[in-house]
């Protein structure tokens, strides 16, 4: 009935339906404004301020006035350290984004193509539901796994006794399996959404003119997959880059990063200019990537 | 697919969901433990629960983080849906604009929105706390929010809106009468989430908490950090507890998977 009415009158008030959209384009602009300002006070401003300090001789601070330049980035590319910490942070990006990709790959495939129905429903939400859960609590929970005359420590020495301490914590493979664990559910589940859309008669076509399994996956399945798999990586690479709480606490000495150092700055060394200026550099870092991944995303981000 | 055998499949995603939830598992596991260095072999006891139920400094962390939740999905879940409804039934100019700037607290690392904040904050006049922490998780909310509204608005058309202005609605009645009706799941959906963010937040509260105004995930840190004892692992299991039913929850409202 309330469908009659709409065509009824839409189509014999036209004149009037176009004065009431003109009128209320400036109530589209006015429901943005509070985004725009909380946006302004909380990306914008942020950014230019720490900008600014990050050309900053030294800290705002006592009597001696800090002076403009570009200090804080010369300490950044002149001294050897933090050329090794980033090169650290990066290696840490690409072990837990490989072994993210090794793990959640084959996983998202079989759950696409192997797993039906419910069972498909039931273990992807399985798979997702800590992906909710507090990433600290996460990584919390491998201290408890892997310390010394931790679970693993304990289990070992229980079947063998005298067995050496396999304890891990405070280490670098420690931060790379907790960082791992945290991001997989991200993987799978971009992998998993990309090889769902897969058109089965392309496969059953492939197998039909008579490919290998091996071919049908080369040939058909991984390049339709790509895109989902590179949507993984760089949701993995990008934020594994700038962490700073997972090296902290699973790494202990072994943990520094260019997160962790960038951390420091604020919290223990109160540096904030070269915090500032590390955190330009863990930017510039997180927009090269996204700047070589762009033609890959762009179809994705449209969708966003 | 016949070219997996079903057994190595199910086998394979068994191993992967033991990896995922062995460590969360063990360590909800250790907080009903009786030793307070972790030591097997396991004696029930609910010891840990009880001196968290008198750790006033952990009870004053999770209200706080109970109210900012709370008033960050509420003033997120306005901001955004107003936003998601301008741009989905407006043409603005410049919309490009916002959509843009709504990127970085998506896609940057965390660490440098939140280093940015404090710098500042501290310097204009905004000072930590907070007040501080409510502006931060809002902004990380705002992008989930208009995209999972901005998703709902979309799959309605605008027919029952333009029927309801013609036959004489104000843009009042239209949008309460009409439109928020169509799509209630939707920011209830979104409320959700932006709580779950919010609770969840760690990386923002840490930098932007003063010293004696801690939310419970900043403390845990702290905790971890100083040295701590199984009642960690009791509140921890309490917050994932609430955080998996409040999923559950969403998920009665947003099928996610397949849309996001």
Known sequence: MVDQHLRLDSDSKPGRLRAVKLKREWVGYGLTVPAYIWLCITVILPMIMMLYFSFLSRMPMGTAEPVLGLKQYATFFEKDFYRFLTWRSLLLGVHVTVLCGLIGYPAALVLARVVKGRWREAILLLIVL??????????????????????VDQALHFLLPGAPSMGILYSYPAIVIGLTHSFLPYMILTCYISLQTIDDSLIEAGQALGASNITVFRRIILPLSLPGLMVGVILTFVPVVGAFMEPRILGGRQGFMLGTVIEDQFTEVFNWPLGAALSFMLLAIVMLIFLAAYPLLRNRLKVA | MPYVRPLVSY?????????????????????????????????????????????EVLWRAGRNSVLLALASSAVSSVIGTMAALAFARYRLRGQVVLQLLLFPPMAMPWLILATAMLIFFYYSGIGRGLH??????????????????????????????????TLGADPWQTFFRVTLPMIAPGVAAAALFAFGI?????????????PGVSTLPVEIYASIRKGFTPEINAISTIIIIVSMLLLAVVSRFYRFGGTQ
């Open chain 2, 132 to 165: 501080a922490m409510l502006l931060a998780h809002v902004a990380l909310s705002l992008p989930y929010v208009i995209i999972v509204v901005g998703a709902r608005l979309r799959s309605f058309g605008q027919d029952l809106e333009e029927a309801a202005a």
């Open chain 2, 11 to 55: 086998g394979y995603l068994g191993t992967v969901l033991v990896f995922i939830y062995l460590p969360i598992l063990i360590m909800m596991a250790m907080g009903f433990n009786q030793s307070s260095s972790y030591e097997l072999p396991f004696h029930f006891d609910l010891v840990w629960y009880e001196h968290l139920s008198a750790n």
């Open chain 1, 130 to 151: 800590p992906f909710w859960s507090n990433a600290l609590i996460r990584t919390f929970a491998w201290t408890m796994v892997l310390r010394t005359d931790g679970i």
């Open chain 2, 198 to 210: 919010s609770f969840d937040q760690f990386v923002t509260s840490y930098f932007l908490s003063p």
